[in-house]
């Protein structure tokens, strides 16, 4: 009876062993699926800028210009404030966000425009 008492304990222990594992597998995976959601979160809160563009040296001076948030890279210029709008609000659609329309001095007309 002592050799099938030491053969059951040490088969039980393997098999916690393997729950233990498989539990920081698991574990791992749910901290980089975390650390994905919250990346594509960060890019869904930025929102979409649009603004007149009011650097004399640039070919679209006096454009109005669609950019994301806190980027210094603009989207695509347009001739009206209609426009760029329009193409503001179907790029947030797009990815759950808002609009952030601008006068033509650069203050905030209309926020988390949807």
């Known amino acids: 009876m002592g050799f099938f008492k030491r053969l059951f304990k040490k088969k039980k222990h393997q098999d916690t062993t393997k729950t233990n594992k ?4 698991e574990d791992q995976t749910k901290k980089v699926s975390k650390t994905s959601t919250s990346n594509s ?18 070919e679209h001076y ?9 980027s210094n890279k603009t989207i695509k210029y347009f001739d009206t404030q209609k426009e760029a709008i329009s193409y503001a609000e179907t790029l947030a659609k797009q990815v759950n966000s808002s609009v952030v329309i601008h ?3 650069g203050n905030i007309r209309k926020q988390d425009y949807k």
Do not use: G, I
Not at 22 to 25: F, R
């Open 22 to 25: 498989e539990t920081k597998q």
């Open 62 to 70: 006096k454009s109005w210009r669609v950019r994301l948030e806190s």
């Open 41 to 58: 979160e960060d890019n869904k809160t930025r929102k979409y800028h649009v603004s007149m563009n009011n650097d004399k040296k640039s």
């Open 103 to 105: 006068k033509m001095d």
